[in-house]
């Protein structure tokens, strides 16, 4: 209101809906997809007006969000590990020394039968005058072909849907910095030795070097770590992270 901005006009340049501009100015969080999204729209709308926008999203995480499920051990299971370590190990002493003598046994017995040589059948008829007659040449093998390992992987991601993307390589350098995608928009791919994913929400089709990465529907922030071939979801806590 100071600077005479009409809404219209932020919402033609930040591409945040007039309807979240105004939840956010009345803090109605409950309006918003989420808290990656909160963040994301606090970040761009304050870069828009000239302000601080670290400042506003770490009052925002400061204010409204919750410490995350991986900074709290529930007392349960610290109880169940206590219970465990009282018990020892599953398997008494001796039982382990018996497994160990019956595995050393049953080697000694294959490499015995592997040591014993054959006896060579004699000849007979007239194959015997002459050895070398009607041989046949021994069979080439062949070595099958083998496929090279990549080593690295290329990410290819189209969004089904409204979805919050941020790419970082093993390097923590961001490919992707915190960007909101609509169905039908254009993600560009990338390629690294090793490839860090966060997704605000399932809404998305991704494939690493060709291989389809099944994205599981979640209600917070899903996170991947992306090789060249193999995948893997890690907790939001892992580093590097998108803020």
């Not at 008829?125 to 070398?132: E, L």
């Not at 929400?201 to 996170?223: D, E, H, K, T, Y």
């Amino acid at each position: 209101m100071r600077n005479r901005i009409d809404i219209t006009e932020v919402e033609a340049r930040t591409k945040i809906r007039a309807k979240y501009l105004r939840a956010i100015e009345n803090e109605e969080w409950d309006l918003l997809p989420g808290p990656v999204y909160i963040k994301s729209f606090l970040r761009t709308y304050g870069d828009y007006l000239g302000l601080d926008s670290r400042m506003l999203v770490d009052d925002f995480k400061r204010r409204y969000e919750r410490p995350s499920d991986n900074e709290m051990r529930p007392i349960a299971a610290l109880g169940r590990e206590r219970e465990r370590a009282a018990k020892g190990p599953l398997l008494p002493p001796w039982a382990l020394i018996g497994l160990v003598l019956l595995v050393l046994v049953v080697a000694l017995y294959v490499v015995g039968r592997s040591n014993t040589p054959s006896a060579p059948a004699p000849p007979t008829g007239a194959r015997a005058t002459n050895p070398h007659k009607h041989r046949s040449a021994a069979p080439v093998r062949k070595h099958p072909a083998t496929t090279p390992v990549p080593h690295t992987v290329k990410l290819q991601m189209v969004p089904t849907g409204q979805v919050y993307i941020c790419l970082v390589d093993g390097n923590g350098k961001k490919l992707i910095p915190g960007t909101i995608y609509a169905l039908g928009q254009s993600i560009p791919s990338h390629a690294a030795p090793k490839l860090l994913l966060t997704l605000g929400n399932a809404s998305v089709r991704v494939r690493a070097n060709g291989r389809l990465v099944r994205v599981q529907p979640s209600a917070s922030a899903i996170r991947f770590l992306v090789g060249p071939t193999s995948e893997r979801q890690i907790p939001l806590s892992a580093s590097p992270s998108c803020p």
